[in-house]
């Protein structure tokens, strides 16, 4: 999860004061035998096992049992938390792309997490991988809420935004299944805090 996805969901802001960010820790991470697909007709991935494959991704330390509430919360029904071992990358940031073969050269130290996988229908889910960079790009902003962005640091391709915006606005598509700004789960999230 992006670190103002997170910080919007355990906080209810995605640039929380600089003291709500560090009780965290937000680092790299590789969960192995897993692969990340795309749920169809909307912008947010799944988590599902499969051989020879890699999901990159963060993993966080320091939540506290209300942060794990909200993100059950904001996973929803669809996805099962479940205990996994990941390999925590030492020496590369977060967006940093590495391949197979430097994976030892970042001394991964291997930990017990717990991540969300996907339960339901596999027919639900796109064949390809899912594309974080993509979803940066044109899709971060509506999770993120307005003008949060810009304020991230988080490139966004502002040219098919807006047109992408008032179509989905005109036809009711919430590419978010509920968890924008706006959509029902966040309403939830609200209560929860």
Known sequence: MAPGVLYRVIYGN?????????????R??????HRRHRVKYMSYPAIVPCTGSSVRGSVVTGLTQGDIYRLDIFEGD??????????????VGLDE????????????????????????DLSELEDGE????????????????EG??????????EGFADVDNAI?????????????????????????R
């Open 78 to 91: 669809q996805y099962l938390r479940k205990k996994v071992k990941v390999k925590v990358l030492k020496n």
């Open 97 to 120: 792309s590495i391949q197979n073969g430097e994976l030892e050269e970042h001394a991964p130290e291997e930990v017990e997490a717990e991540t969300y996988i996907w339960k339901d």
């Open 148 to 157: 949060s962005s810009e304020e991230s640091n988080i490139e966004v391709d």
């Open 28 to 33: 790299p991470a590789l969960l192995e035998s």
């Open 14 to 26: 995605a640039n929380p004061e600089p003291w709500q960010q560090k009780l965290t820790t937000v």
């Open 168 to 192: 989905a606005a005109e036809k009711g598509i919430d590419h978010t299944g509920g968890r924008g700004m706006n959509g029902t789960i966040s309403k939830n999230l609200e209560g929860a």
């Open 130 to 145: 899912w594309d974080f960079e993509e979803f940066k790009r044109e899709r971060m902003h509506f999770w993120m809420g």
